[in-house]
């Protein structure tokens, strides 16, 4: 018998989480992107801010999208290590114990 198995659960919600987050977090940014040199384009004349202000948005945003499923990837890690730990305690204390 597993014991934790809640842990073992929140671990595998964690990567489907980290994964949509980071595809949705993606596609968001390049739209977010191309609507923000849009909207700029109301404000200036020159077609460069536009497309450097977009560019800007978009990679802030995919760096953004990246570090969120860095770190919920790193937060199923440490689920999987609190289990781990927790099995070589026991296997420890039974050794020491005989």
Known sequence: M??????????????????????LGVIGSIGTGIVAGMMVGGATDLPVVNILLGAMVTIIGIIGSFLVWLFLLAAREVFYLFIDLEQNTRNTAERITG
């Open 2 to 23: 597993q014991r934790y198995p809640f842990l073992r659960f929140a671990a595998g919600v964690l990567r489907v989480v980290g994964w949509i987050a980071l595809v």
